[in-house]
């Protein structure tokens, strides 16, 4: 017995068991470190698993920034762009110019008919234009108001009542360079319905391409005249800029409305939603209004250069007077800006002296690369209608007309004399040394 251990209460064990000191320190030693491993194993583990966690959190986090923040109205309305991006957001045109010139009146009167009578007794009007045609073909859209009748000849050629002339003052317009023709006046329908007909039948068999504005054929029941003109709303186009024309006159009765396109308030909006959708872009209209021989405007005119601005129209060019009237910038309720020439007078006349001094409005109509477009500039150069001893008529440019060409004329008309004329209609803006009036 005194070979056992007493290990404690109830734990006997033999004096041979392979337990022992030594195989107890050793066993103690071994379970510390693989504890200590173990520690370090988790510790390894844990903070891996914190740099995983962590860097999905960044990515996370990033893609959170780079979302779109939503507006107070839970995502309503487009969140705001910086400058940038609207810069971008603007698509960029080709950039396009279109030129513009116009004259006044063309009534050939008595004198004036008789000046383009041959020996052979045919009728040739060039020499009314020569001297003005090199300045006209420079523009892209060149129109003249011809308020002389051509329903040929079996209606008889007169001054005033019925105002006709010989179908050769249209190829005499023609030839001068101009492409639209405006045929709304208060003599439209000195000839009827049927002299208007035989006029836009002449026209469309001898230059189908030439718009002939505010007037449609009685005898046609929708009258479309080629190259894009219909419903007195004529586009032209240019590099994709796209440029309408209106024609309106005063004195239209109730039955002349189906044929002539009449200066009305309803009309002109009509005629400008027309345009827009047709695409134009910009706007120029021709009314024919006012009172003859009175260099003042009429309240008409201003009522109606009103309604014209309202509606967006960009430019009026005006005629009917006879004699020149002042310029005037107009603007419409939404700081739109219209550029108005009450009236550029006669452009020929063989009326009275102040008759024989009218205008050429020369404008410019820009778009930009941003689509936004403009009224660049804006002219006006006084014109002279020269009558000769021997009867013959033609019209200068008051810059090209000088005191020698003056006196050999049958009514001289100094140009000093016409300078002061246009100085007290126009204004101090008009410049007396290059003959015009610069509007803008």
Known sequence: MGDELNNGPGSPRRADSSYSRFSRSAGISEYRRKRRAGRVFKWISAIVLIAIIGGAGILFGQRILDMPLLNSNNGNEEPAKTAETQEEAIPTVQPAQISLAMVGDVILNSSALDSGLKD???YDFTPLFANVSAEIKQNDIRIVNQETNLPGEGFGYGGYDPLNAPQELGRAEVEAGFNV?????????????QGLHNELNWWNAEYPKIPLLGVSDPEVEESVVSNGYANNVYVFEKDGFKVAILNHTWDVGEEDVRYLSALD???????????????????????HWGQENDTETTEDETRYAQIYANNGVDVIIGTHPRVLQRTEILQGPDGHKTVCFYSLGCFVSSLDRQNNVGGLAEVTLARDDKGACSVKSAVLKPVVTYRANRGDYSVYLLSNYNEELGQTGWD??????????CTEILGEGFNVEDGMLRVV
């Open 120 to 122: 052979n007794g045919s």
């Open 181 to 193: 023709i405006l045929r709304a006046t208060d003599h439209t329908m000195d000839n009827n319905t």
């Open 265 to 287: 308030e309803q009309k002109i909006s009509n005629d400008v939603k027309r345009a827009r959708d047709a695409g134009a872009q910009m706007i120029v209209a021709c009314p």
């Open 412 to 421: 001289y008309l100094p140009p000093e004399e016409v300078s002061q004329m």
